[in-house]
């Protein structure tokens, strides 16, 4: 064979290894399934790259760890791709994936968090939810440095943590979770401090107040009576009386309030023996029952009773309440 003829037939063979190395890198950075849907894939906190790219291999998101692994650094993604829960689908392509690593946008999962419930209830909820262990729920929502940073001035964040949906993701410490469901009550209380500063009233003791309106009222309607009458009660130095403030200080509450339960002094909760708010909240009150305390309705009531219709009666004496507790209390135990 001519020399000649040797050269075109190296040019030759040299395009075509050039076209199947294109070809095969074409085929590395496209979607590895054009008709898959979503998985989640999770990314472990300090995972490097090389161990991703193969995972995202492994579990059929792309054809080629190593073209993941080229395109990171060729986009300077190598060291920015985040832990948490990401919904990935192997229809996109590397880089859309990459893209998705680095972005944060983690999955969350929806928690209810309804009005009234205690810090111990919002952490076993959370736990329920595969977001965080119950016991380190707890020691975040009594760990003095957060709540320093957060400006509460209490030894708990019970009361403070905000009753709302949430989307939260997987992955997220104790501490940062507490920060989180505070941060809305800061809003609030933001909204109603100047109130509360007018009339003499701190952070705490609204916080505290609040909860036992949250915890007395069934219909909405009633939060500023509510509100109104524990408002009079303070300034008359008169016992709150509140049986969910009892509760709150009985260890392991069996549901059935004794008068032995009312008459103890111990119980730095009881509001039947102590003239005064008890120590803290008992619940997260909800923003309406924190608007009502610095809000109440302009009442003269001190007293009230439930109808067993969900409201209640309400009184401004001690005869009229008496009538009230004889006629829908009484009567409806016989």
């Given amino acids: 064979m001519r020399r000649g003829g040797l050269l075109l037939t190296g040019v030759a063979l040299a395009l075509l290894g050039a076209a199947a190395a294109a070809t095969g890198l074409h085929q590395a950075l496209a979607p590895s399934d054009p008709d898959a849907g979503e998985l989640v894939f999770t990314v472990a906190p300090g995972e490097p790259l090389g161990a991703i790219a193969r995972q995202l291999e492994r579990e059929g998101l792309v054809r080629s760890a190593r073209a993941v692994e080229w395109i990171a650094r060729l986009r300077g993604l190598d060291g920015s791709l985040r832990a948490g829960e990401y919904a990935l689908s192997a229809a996109w392509s590397p880089g859309a994936i990459l893209s998705h690593l680095a972005s944060g946008q983690t999955v969350s999962y929806p928690v209810v968090l309804p009005e009234g419930f205690t810090a111990a209830q919002i952490g076993a909820r959370l736990a329920s939810a595969g977001l965080v262990e119950a016991q380190a729920f707890a020691e975040a929502v009594r760990d003095p440095e957060l709540i320093d940073s957060l400006g509460i001035q209490a030894d708990s964040l019970e009361g403070y943590l905000f009753p709302d949906t949430y989307f ?86 069996d549901g059935n309030l004794r008068r ?75």
């Fill in 168 to 253: 939260l993701p997987r992955g997220l410490a104790a501490g940062e979770l507490a920060r989180i469901l505070v941060l809305p009550f800061l809003a609030v209380w933001r909204e109603i401090e100047p109130l509360a500063a007018a009339q003499g009233l701190s952070q705490h003791e609204v916080v505290t107040l609040a909860s036992i309106v949250e915890k007395e009222t069934g219909v909405a309607e009633e939060r500023q009576l509510v509100a109104a009458v524990f408002r009079n009660r303070l300034l008359r130095r008169m016992r709150l009386e509140s049986d969910p403030t009892v509760i709150y200080g009985i260890a392991d509450f």
């Fill in 260 to 334: 032995k339960d009312l008459e103890d002094e111990g119980n730095r909760y009881n509001t039947y023996r102590i003239a005064a708010l008890p120590p803290g909240p008992i619940a997260s009150p909800g923003a309406a029952s924190l608007r009502a305390v610095v809000t109440p309705a302009k009442s003269k009531h001190l007293y009230f009773v439930a109808r067993n219709d969900g409201t209640h009666a309400f009184s401004s004496t001690f005869r009229e309440h008496a009538r009230a507790v004889e006629r829908y209390q009484k009567k409806a135990s016989r």
